[in-house]
């Protein structure tokens, strides 16, 4: 199973990217987190450049095809003005008309100094992953300390078990 994880901050030192790092490196068997970092490309959004008929700038095309080719999503984003920062919000306006995200299961959290924090951030980004049908799981903040990783474990493990052919096969 393949995990695409894409972080809402893109600063270089950000939290909510070490924690999709940690994320990468204990992942349970069969499963492969990919960091994709392709958010900063992506233009803003515009329709005017859906409907011209031409070729989708080769970001999107790029970012496109990441979500096409994963079984899931795990997003760690920070909250920006209250809401989701306006590239993880561009970026998923990109693919509102083309459909990856559709049903697609996408496991959500954001990285916090402490637990009240970021929690409308991941309000917001839980409303706009409900426009495009995607499936949600998880949506609380994992604060920095000694059960991070063990959080960001559970949450992978749920993300899993949400993947309709992960579960277990009948007999
Ligand atoms: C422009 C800006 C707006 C922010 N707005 C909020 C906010 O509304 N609520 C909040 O809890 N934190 C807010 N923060 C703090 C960030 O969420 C916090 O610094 C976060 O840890 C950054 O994540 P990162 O380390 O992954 O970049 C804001 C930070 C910036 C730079």
Known sequence: MRILAICGSLQSQSGNLSLLRVAATSTPAGVRIVVFDGLRDLPHFNPDLEASGDAPPAAVLEWRRALG??????????????????????????????????????????????????????GALRDTLAAVRATVVGGEPIAKGPSREAEVMRLVSAIVASVPSAGPADT
């Open 69 to 122: 080719e994963s079984d899931a999503l795990l997003i760690a984003t920070p909250e920006y003005g209250h809401s989701l920062p306006g590239s993880l919000k561009n970026a998923i306006d990109w693919v509102i008309g083309s459909g990856e995200l559709g049903g697609k299961v996408v496991g959500i959290t954001a990285a916090v100094p402490s637990l009240e924090r970021g929690r409308r951030g991941l």
